[in-house]
């Protein structure tokens, strides 16, 4: 729990000093843009956090975005094949891609660096190949299918602000993971994964099918949310769309509280990483801020964050040990 | 069995050392070369000479230049290679010096930053021949330039935002990337033109600062480095910072889309003017509906084929296919409800073309 409140006062300062000095930043349009583009990213760090926690990495999370971000126009527009058989051929497809990670690296003892490594390289050129570089778009169509990431749901007695379609999905696999994570059998094992694998798999925990699912899972939400993202903008090019995504979702899963030694994982913590690096982004434009000091800003105000937080800890540490009694 | 691997392997990286190892001669050198190059290959014409077409990155513009090249190779019977760099500037760096140890007989390029790739545009005119497409390195030792001045195209979308916003008024200006030397071009065009100022591609603004000029304040530029996503966002919330905004721009083709796209979120399609640069379909679907203004377009099927005839010309010795100023212009044209339906049918029979030749 010891990170989210350094994350909590990083958010709400930048927040304050956004609402104070920046312009409209309390507008509900600001408010509902923020709240989609947290929910979008947070599908992906959700994902990256659960394979973090089994002690494993993903960074072909940007790239499989790509594929089923593509896959998915590619299907519909220039094949016309119907929605319901995209949608679950292109979350198949990524489902597929994780199940090829997780058996990859239990069953070969393959390096998850590696693996996912390749994956980033492997999704994307598939993706470039297969439609020739050229984008892919609904072309002004499908707007029902669109409406899972455009779609707005009005707040009753809150003037200007509606929650994004995308709030929903997110909501189902936070809920979904935390009680997957808190409240079964099979998350404390996850975590016991993660913690220390050969403990875990000699108290016969099995751990090969534990590591499996959680890449799944990943890839999982990565096709989800690369679905989800292609349906928010709409058309994209396959050299370049999700690119570095994977590290906005690794990034937002260990601010958020998972360790990348493994063992450690919270849902709101990732949710709140996530919305900490989304509304910094935004920060930076409505304060004025010249847009090419944008990296600069997040790498300093989270550099900072993480700093007092590990020195708070410390004090806490040290104030603990001469408290309690010696011998 | 090591030994021969390695062996073979400095074999193989031998020809590559001495390429890098290139002398930077100076450019009227390099240009004479390769007209007394091109002269000696009148003696003996090669039948099918070996040609590349190499973009500036991954885009539906390259796939139409594309299909242009392909077309003119299919013309012209001779081999043509179209390279498309997704990396950037070492991307192309590195297609640009195996097409030379391939022992290209002559390369088009769009260079990405043609002052910091002097040495691999003197290897080029060192061993084959350079001509270059869409964005000019004047300095370079290139035979020709086949494209559009990007900063007369960028006045052209400047003039257009002008004549939609004859009043003055706000506005905000979204670009890819603003490093590539056509980029700042058609950057500075758009400024140039907006503000009713006198042609003067030297003339240089600072990007990075807001000012106000006759009548229109110009709130910023915003980059993406081609992550929509944050293009999308980029619009978003320059227009939560300026409720009063009254026109952008989207320099690169899909700023404009997004741009249209967040505009019909928010109810305020055609309420804030869009003048877009290139031909995305939403934003002539936009120029229909009357929510575009317009857009500025380039020939990108002419860039690819005239590439591919002038080389070709050269390699059979025919040094009168040079221009005498240097540059085969194809013009910018700008499209509005008057000629969009007539524009429109002749880029999908282009683009059906682009298909065929995938």
């Known amino acids: 729990m010891r990170k989210q409140w350094g994350l909590l006062a990083v958010f709400f300062g930048v927040a304050l ?38 002690g494993g990495i993903d960074l072909s999370i940007g790239s499989v975005v790509c594929l089923c971000g593509i896959a998915t126009p590619w299907l519909l527009v220039e094949h016309g094949w119907p929605a319901w058989q995209v949608v679950p051929v292109v979350l198949g497809m990524a489902a597929a891609i994780g199940l090829m990670h997780g058996l990859l690296i239990t069953k070969l003892r393959l390096q998850p660096f590696l693996v996912t490594l390749c994956g980033l390289l492997l999704y994307r050129g598939l993706a470039r190949w297969v439609t020739g570089d050229q984008s892919q778009g609904f072309a002004g169509e499908f707007d029902g299918l669109r409406s899972l990431a455009l779609g707005r749901i009005p707040v009753p007695f809150i003037e200007g602000y509606r929650i994004p379609a995308t709030v929903i999905p997110l909501a189902v696999l936070a809920v979904g993971t935390s009680l997957v994570l808190t409240r079964t059998v099979w998350g404390r094992w996850l975590l016991a994964t993660g913690s220390n694998e050969s403990a875990a798999r000699i108290s016969g925990v099995p751990t090969q099918r534990l590591t499996i699912a959680a890449y799944v899972a990943c890839s999982l939400l990565a096709g989800l949310g690369g679905m989800l993202f292609i349906f928010d903008i709409g058309s ?15 990034a937002a ?17 990732i949710v709140l990483g996530t919305a900490t690096l989304q509304v910094l982004r935004n920060a930076i434009i409505l304060l004025g801020l010249s847009s090419q000091l944008e990296f600069a800003v997040i790498g300093a105000v989270l550099l900072l964050g993480m700093t007092a937080d590990e020195l708070l800890l410390r004090w806490r540490e040290r104030r603990a040990e001469r408290r309690a009694p010696s011998g | 069995m090591i030994h021969a691997i390695l062996a073979s392997l400095v074999l193989a990286a031998a020809p590559a050392a001495t390429l890098h190892a290139a002398s930077p001669a100076d450019r009227a050198a390099l240009l004479a070369a390769q007209k007394a190059r091109v002269t000696e290959m009148a003696k003996a014409p090669k039948a099918s000479p070996h040609l590349a077409f190499v973009s500036n990155g991954v885009a539906d513009f390259w796939t139409i230049a594309k299909a242009g090249a392909l077309a003119a190779g299919r013309d012209l019977k001779c081999q043509v290679t179209v390279e498309f760099p997704g990396a950037g500037l070492s991307d192309q760096k590195r297609m640009l010096e195996d097409l030379v140890t391939r022992g290209i007989d002559g390369v088009s390029v769009s260079p990405i930053d043609p002052k910091n790739q002097r040495e691999v545009l003197d290897l080029i005119a060192e061993r084959s021949l350079l001509i270059t497409n869409d964005s000019d390195a004047p300095e370079a030792p290139r035979l ?22 004859p009043g003055g008024g706000e506005v905000a200006i979204f670009i890819g990337r603003l490093e590539q030397d056509n980029a700042k071009r058609r950057w500075q065009g758009f400024v140039d033109g907006l503000l009713g100022r006198s042609v003067d591609a030297t003339r240089r603004d600072d990007h990075t600062k807001p000012f106000t000029e006759a009548g229109y304040t110009i709130l910023g530029t ?4 081609f992550d929509r996503a944050k293009a999308k966002a980029n619009v978003e919330d320059v227009m939560t910072r300026n409720p009063g905004l009254d026109l952008v721009t989207g320099l690169f083709e899909y700023n404009s889309v997004l741009a249209l796209e967040v505009f019909k979120q928010a109810g305020k399609a055609g309420t804030i003017k869009i003048a877009g640069f290139d031909e ?43 221009p005498a100023s240097g540059e085969i212009a194809i013009p910018a044209r ?24 995938k």
């Open chain 2, 334 to 357: 700008t499209i509005t409800k008057e000629n969009v339906d007539a524009f429109w049918s002749d880029l999908k029979a282009k683009l059906a073309a682009g298909k065929a030749v």
């Open chain 2, 280 to 322: 995305g379909a939403e934003v002539i679907e936009g120029i229909r509906e009357g929510s575009v203004l317009g857009t500025v377009v380039q020939d990108p099927y002419g860039y690819g084929y005239q590439s591919i005839v002038l080389l070709h010309a050269l390699t059979q010795g025919k040094l009168e296919a040079l």
């Open chain 1, 253 to 269: 899963a260990v601010l958020g509280g998972c360790s990348l030694r493994g063992g450690r994982a919270s849902v709101g913590g």
């Open chain 2, 144 to 165: 020709a330039y086949i494209g559009m001045d990007n900063y007369l195209a960028g006045r052209k979308c400047g003039e257009l935002a002008r004549a939609g916003l």
């Open chain 1, 17 to 54: 000093v956004a609402s104070v000095f920046g312009s409209n930043f309390l507008s509900g349009y600001n408010l509902e843009n923020l709240t989609n583009r947290t929910a979008l990213f947070s599908i992906l760090a959700l994902g990256a956090g659960i394979v973090i926690a089994v």
């Open chain 1, 236 to 250: 994209a090019q396959p050299s370049d769309f999700g690119n570095f995504y994977e590290l906005y979702a690794i």
């Open chain 2, 222 to 225: 915003w980059t993406d480095s």
